[in-house]
């Protein structure tokens, strides 16, 4: 049976070892001088997501991410190497411009997410990190190239790792977004 390759993390049953995580050190792939970013805080929202501009390691369909407060994270070594990969985007995706990994990405816009940096978690040096709990932009690994008529095996091998498949971002966030957007607009109140 032919086997799609998620990501690392999902593939290998990855779970969670530390209840009490509280961050760590995320390096980059860099053999020399290696790019590393400290994370003061636990991670939140840690997912699957096909999109596009997040970073997926090689072979990889997925990328796995979540959310740190940006105030909680500090770059501590070679943060020359790092630039943005795509200054007009929402999250300001800080990659190492050797090795191409993604350190952190921070919100700066006003948006709901104002205030919050992605991260890859398995970039961290130690484990104890929550595992990723659900996939985000499924359709969207397409856009790289994956086979449409494969989408099937896709979202049945992501259900049967514990990761509901979905095309946008999870219910929980799309309805935490909605409301930021009607309270802003004030068509509830604020
Ligand atoms: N279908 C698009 C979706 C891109 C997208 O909207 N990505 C989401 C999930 S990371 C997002 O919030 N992007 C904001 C950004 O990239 O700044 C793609 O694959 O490029
Ligand atoms: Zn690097
Ligand atoms: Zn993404």
């Known amino acids: 049976m032919s086997s799609i390759n998620i990501h690392p993390v999902v593939d290998s049953g990855y779970r969670a070892t530390d209840a009490s995580f509280s961050g760590g050190t995320l390096v980059c792939n860099c053999a020399s001088n290696p790019v590393k970013v400290k994370v003061n805080s636990d991670i ?3 997912h699957a997501c096909g999109c596009t501009k997040c970073w997926k390691p090689a072979g990889a369909n997925f990328s796995v991410v979540a959310v740190a407060p940006t105030d909680k994270v500090e770059v501590l070594e070679n943060g020359n190497k790092l630039a943005v990969v795509d200054p007009s985007a929402l999250i ?3 990659a190492c411009k050797e090795c191409g990994v993604h350190m952190y990405g921070p919100v700066e816009r006003e948006h709901p997410f104002q205030g919050l940096s992605f ?6 040096e130690g484990k104890g990190w929550a595992q990723p709990g659900f996939a985000a932009f499924v359709s969207s690994i397409i856009e790289s190239g994956f086979d449409p008529s494969k989408m099937g095996e896709v979202r049945s091998k992501l259900k049967s790792s514990g990761l509901e498949p979905y095309d946008c971002l999870s ?3 799309m309805d935490y ?4 957007t009607a309270k802003k607009s004030g068509a509830l109140p604020a």
Do not use: K, Y
Request: aromatic share 10%; charged share 15%.
């Open 92 to 94: 300001q995706r800080h």
């Open 119 to 124: 991260l890859h978690p398995e970039r961290f």
């Open 44 to 46: 939140a929202h840690n």
């Open 177 to 180: 977004i909605a409301t930021w």
């Open 171 to 173: 219910p929980g966030l």
